[in-house]
């Protein structure tokens, strides 16, 4: 048996884990995708429906997550297979390479934040700003500030539990509430900025009949809660066990819509007061870094300085998501091999990197990562885990959903169960036939040129 649990690291506060796990789940996700998710899915529609995944999805699958990670006290291999059996292990190894795949594009993206943060600073933001976008967004420039960012990642993961992830969460998570409102006020004084919440949030109703809204926004959630993949996992398999679970779950999850919300209330009035919507439908990728930039370009030296708080925010996220990814790869590592943090964040630190030269290095590539795995295979891998915790393991889930938790969350408990049960296997596995489909036309697609 490996991974012994007597020195275990944790967390030092109650409040430490819920802005971890908050860190983890609020990044690009929230401030990139979502916007533009909801804007393409019928508007208000999409947040409905968003709101009602979250709720019989996201958090039953964040608590099992919660509660694998918990009682098995290890990263993703080691609690599978210590609670599960030996059969259990390779879907262990399978998070972990999702882990290793997200982060390897993430960071790029990461990159380009830090880099037009960089801009706002020293040169402003560039007039055209879609030719500028494609001059950095792959090649050189984009390798170098991948590597700088996944420099700054792996710093804070040696850092440790504590010393490191907790402390980057407690200085980073309240600055990033603070940016974010702080600058969706601001949009609000815009000219125009009610044409861009009309865009944003017009309540296309039908769209809740389209099967496949309800597929883009199950994906966002995983994506979003950092599900699939035992990141949640792994920052319960520090907790120790007076957390109360399902309200942490449930605080996470309402913290991670709530940013996103409001971030489509800062990127959609900046965007429709510059009339710069045809920027956003020419590219998804794209959208946040040539309209937003543009805009603030538009506005001269007052845009550099909000601009400069706009990328902050963008690369404070992303920074927060990033330990967490990097985290579930150095800790299977820890656990595993028995290495030092510092032996296992240095190693995979530069697995990861080098990996994302590659979609530094081609915007297509990066495209088809994430939707191999940071939508199909976090999918497939929620799919298994609800199945494991609510079907192999429903006893000590409970145990565990129980342990910490206020009497009005005890009295949830059994729902969630049964929620964990019967409604969240079949959804996903529906989700997922569909997001299959989808994701072998873009894999034939980016073979076909
Ligand atoms: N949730 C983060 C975001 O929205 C990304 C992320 C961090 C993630 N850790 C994860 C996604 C684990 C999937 C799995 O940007």
């Known amino acids: 048996m490996t991974g012994a649990t007597a020195k275990r690291e944790a967390f030092g506060t109650r409040i430490g884990f819920l802005l971890a796990a908050a860190g983890s789940a609020v990044g690009l996700g929230n ?40 009682r098995g006290q290890l990263a993703p291999i080691g609690s599978l297979r210590k609670l599960g059996g030996r059969a259990w292990g390779p879907l262990g190894y399978l998070f972990v390479a999702v882990g290793v795949l997200i982060l390897a594009y993430y960071s790029v993206i990461a990159g380009w934040t830090v880099r037009y943060g960089v801009e706002a600073v020293f040169t402003g933001f560039a007039a055209s700003s879609a030719d500028h976008f494609a001059a950095v967004a792959s090649g050189g420039d984009a390798v170098a500030f991948h590597v700088a960012f996944m420099a700054a990642t792996v710093l804070i993961v040696v850092g440790g539990v504590k010393g490191g992830i907790e402390r980057a969460s407690l200085l980073l998570m309240p600055m990033l509430f603070v940016l974010v ?66 309200e942490s779950a449930t605080v996470v ?52 300085v909000v601009g400069l708080f ?55 590539a990066l495209g088809l990562m994430d939707k191999i795995a940071g939508e199909f295979l976090l999918l497939a891998g929620g799919l298994v885990l609800a199945l494991f915790a609510a079907w192999r393991l429903p006893d000590e889930v409970r145990e565990e959903l129980l ?35 989808e994701t072998v036309a873009a894999v034939a697609a980016f073979f076909s040129g």
């Open 310 to 364: 706009f990328f902050v925010v963008l690369a404070v996220g992303a920074i927060t998501s990033a330990i967490s990814l990097l985290e579930v790869v150095t800790a299977s590592v820890m656990d595993e091999f028995r290495w030092s943090r510092r032996k296992a964040a240095l190693s995979t630190g530069t697995v990861i990197t080098l990996l994302g030269i590659v979609p530094a290095m081609n915007t297509d």
């Open 31 to 70: 401030m990139w995708r979502f916007p533009y998710q909801a804007s393409e899915g019928g508007g208000a529609a999409f947040v409905l429906v968003y709101i009602v995944l979250t709720l019989i999805l996201g958090i039953p699958l964040m608590l099992a997550e919660f509660s694998i990670g918990r």
């Open 403 to 437: 342990a910490g938790a206020s009497p009005f969350w005890q009295r949830q408990v059994p729902r969630i169960l049964a929620v964990l049960r019967y409604v969240v296997p079949p959804i996903v596995a529906i989700v997922l036939l569909f997001s299959l489909r």
């Open 253 to 304: 999850a309402f913290t991670d819509f709530g940013v996103a919300f409001v971030a489509g209330l800062l990127v959609f009035p900046v965007i429709y007061s510059f009339g710069l919507q045809d920027a956003v439908s020419a590219s998804t990728i794209g959208a946040l870094f040539i309209a937003v930039p543009s805009a603030f370009q538009a506005m001269g030296d007052w845009g550099r």
């Open 181 to 246: 409102v702080g600058l969706a006020l601001w949009a609000a004084t815009l000219e125009g900025a009610g044409a861009g919440y009309l865009v944003y949030l017009k309540p296309e109703l039908d769209a809740v009949m389209n099967p496949d809204v309800w597929r883009a926004a199950a994906s966002q959630a995983f994506f979003s809660l950092s599900l699939g993949m035992g990141g949640m996992l792994t920052f319960a398999s520090y907790l120790k066990r007076d957390q109360n679970l399902p």
